[in-house]
């Protein structure tokens, strides 16, 4: 499992150390005679008087170890609170120090030689308490054989049954933790299903998927929400499962979403307007661009992807604004091309903008390249001398990072030869493109729940556009990386780290992005809720929710 993934703010350090017991819910520390839940609640026990007794102090074990008499447990720790716990225990075993003593007994056994005869038990001092011996006797049957290992069976078997009854208690009391057994409860079926999957066992997964869809809720808690899109995905991704012994792990699948693009276009409007990622990389690349078309006359923007096809081009409005109020006077002409294929949407745009740049008094030239990056040719993109190119992508260049990185490499070499002067690149800061299903599943799983969280704090429960958002656009995304593979697959989101050794490959070189202050500003001025950051890494700005990376923009020189 992933360890990034429990580090996350949802989850505190107990569920943590439950988690690590395994997703099948067998905890392996019994094996230890006890959960690291119960020793921490004995270990802040108030016991100061007990500690400071004057009967364990070390002078007093010392006059003992003296003299030929060994005492019980000297040989399993160096601790007298140690020695005396263990003693106290075979003395009294409805003492409340039993449970605590039987932990700190278990490391070692006491070795038997020739030369040391069987031990018996000097009973007074069993009752004086204070130090309990055994006196050397050249007898090797005057009491019955005191084996350590009938103790610790004992006290073991007492331990798991008080502990089941307290779980029980626990299970059946309300808390305020109970949300929080919930969510692990979710976690654990989550992963064992993605386990399941991956294994093509398909009767398991069906079992598992089943209690998932009664406990995922779509408007339950953020994880409830979270756990039911990434059902969602493993349930298509076990209806491509070939049975064991078939050639390949997954079928050939077309498209799974059904959901329109009228949903699909109002969530990503939706997500726009909620959610500050999207704006975030508009006001990186923006601030970009006006810094390197500072003084030119005839600027060229190719936009890739135009944004997923944001409506009305909301990018570029702030850009015809700002190139208005500072550039106006020196500048002739901006040309906007936009590549992709969702031509309808661009013409849509290309009209809007060319009426607003109208108004602003701004000479604006919209044209679009009806084609995929993948097969993009650098012919088809028209250059004019004497103008300063900038290339922009904006959530889009991860579509086309395939397992054999021809098509990346392809499109980036095209980028480079129309040599802009610069290149703003904005992605997903997270690794859903590992070569392993279960390493993308848990990855998948953390980057999500963090933007359920932000989403859980920024709209109410019951609000239909957080509904909208979770389950036509983030939902799409968790689905894609989830159930598809080979070319149906392009959520392929990457780390900023592996984005610089990609990019340096191709012959770009990096271009610090210096404008923290300002996006510290513009994140205070949206007053959206607390919680998101914005830090910068290597010379990249990283939108981050709680510490965990959302989106990093960076930008590159030819």
Partial sequence: MTPGFFTHPLYSGQRLNHLKAGVHGVDSRIKLCGTKRKTDEASHMDTPNFLGNPMYEQ????????TKETTICQDHSISPFSTQCYIS????????????SLSSCVPKRMKRT???????VDTSSLLDGVNVTIRRTSSTNSLPKLRFRDHVMTYTQRYLAAEAI??????????KNEGNADGMHLVQLLISCAEAVACRDKAHATNLLAELRANALVFGSSFQRVASCFMQGLTDRLALVQPLGAVGLVAPATNLSSIGSEKKE????LVYEVCPHIQFGHFVANLTILEAFEGESFVHVVDLGMTLGLPHGQQWRGLLESLANHHGQSLRRLRITAVGTCVNRFHVIGDELEVYAQKLGINLEFSYVESSLEKLKPEDIKIYENEVLVVNSILQLHCVVKESRGALNSVLKIIHELSPKVLVLVEQDSSHNGPFFLGRFMEALYYYSAIFDALDAMLPKYDTRRAKIEQFYFA?????IVSCEGPNRVERHERVDQWRRRMSRAGFQAAPVKLVAQAKQWLAKLEICEGY????????LVLGWKSKPIVAASCWKC
Avoid: C, Y
Wanted: charged share 30%.
């Fill in 59 to 66: 002078d007093d074990v010392q006059a003992h170890t003296n």
């Fill in 266 to 269: 109002e969530a990503l409007r």
């Fill in 476 to 480: 799409e995304e968790i689905k894609n």
């Fill in 89 to 100: 225990v075979i003395d009294n075993p409805s003492s409340p120090w039993n449970l605590f």
């Fill in 114 to 120: 020739a030369s040391m005869p069987q031990p018996t």
């Fill in 166 to 175: 307290e779980d029980a208690i626990l299970e059946n009391r309300p808390t």
């Fill in 533 to 540: 950051t914005i830090v910068e890494e290597k010379g990249s």
